[in-house]
């Protein structure tokens, strides 16, 4: 036990220290390459880490916050629950599932931008577009590893389901998924992050307001400072989430 909680330590000590040596090289690089490009391209880390705090101390930034964080929400909402859904009928129905795979796998290989201008007429500038567009990147990350997931059942649970005459739905709920979720979090995890993008992008092309939008205007002006405190602060929320998400993926794959 003492052991056990010691070699633990030492991994978490170790864990820590390579974290702490790999944000001193990006924060030496990102000097390095103000130092090269200058500020009409870039700001140092310091003056970057000021300006973020100044923004968010903004009022008019927290509006473009809380729109960009209610498309995020609606998106993941509706992906997680269709993408499991359909994530567990065609990982149960084999035959289903091998006719649509291939097509599931050549639109996810397709770049989402192409279909933006048909999202766009259909569902205008706005929400709806955005959390459109954000689903169409997130929810098939979901649906592909719960798919998968579900086809690697135990042939023996699903058999004991059919013994026990479950219908579908309890068996999705008391066997498929239970069986799955290791693989289904892992689909979740990546789906988060690419419906992040989604949103971000959506907002950037055809949105009057949120955190992308904010970023397309300050594009637009050359406003420096503002594009590298939003990158920063983007770029922190978007790498604490995954490093959450990470450590219970690793949680519940160690429990398999």
Not at 66 to 95: D, K, W, Y
Not at 118 to 146: D, K, N, R
Not at 151 to 174: C, D, Q, Y
């Amino acid at each position: 036990m003492v052991i056990g909680q010691a070699a633990g330590m030492r991994a978490l000590s170790r864990r820590f220290s390579d974290s702490a040596l790999l944000l001193v090289i990006l924060l030496l690089i990102w000097e390095l390459l103000y130092r090269v490009v200058g500020e009409i391209a870039l700001t140092p880390p310091l003056a970057t880490t000021f300006n973020a705090y100044v923004l968010l101390t903004s009022a008019d930034f927290w509006p473009h916050v809380f729109t960009t964080f209610r498309a995020l929400f609606l998106a993941l909402i509706i992906e997680v629950i269709a993408g499991l859904f359909l994530g567990v009928v065609f990982g149960l129905n084999r035959l289903l599932g091998e006719v649509v795979e291939p097509v599931i796998v050549a639109f996810y290989s397709v770049p989402k931008i192409v279909f933006y201008p048909i999202v766009l007429m259909f569902c205008g500038i706005g929400i709806v577009s955005v959390v459109v567009f954000a689903i169409m990147h997130g929810i098939l990350p979901i649906l592909v590893f719960t798919m998968n997931a579900v086809r690697n059942v135990r042939p023996i649970f699903l058999k004991m389901a059919r013994v026990m005459r479950l219908g579908f739905t309890e068996t999705m709920w008391s066997i498929a998924l239970p069986a799955a979720i290791p693989e289904v979090f892992t689909g979740l995890r990546i789906g988060f992050a690419a419906t992040m993008l989604g949103v971000l992008l959506s907002e950037m092309f055809g949105s009057k307001s949120g955190l992308g939008f904010m970023l397309m205007n300050a594009i637009g002006l050359n406003q420096v400072n503002e594009i590298t405190s939003l990158t920063l602060l983007l770029a922190g929320f978007a790498v604490s989430v995954n490093l959450v998400l990470l450590a219970v993926d690793k949680r519940l794959h160690r429990r398999i």
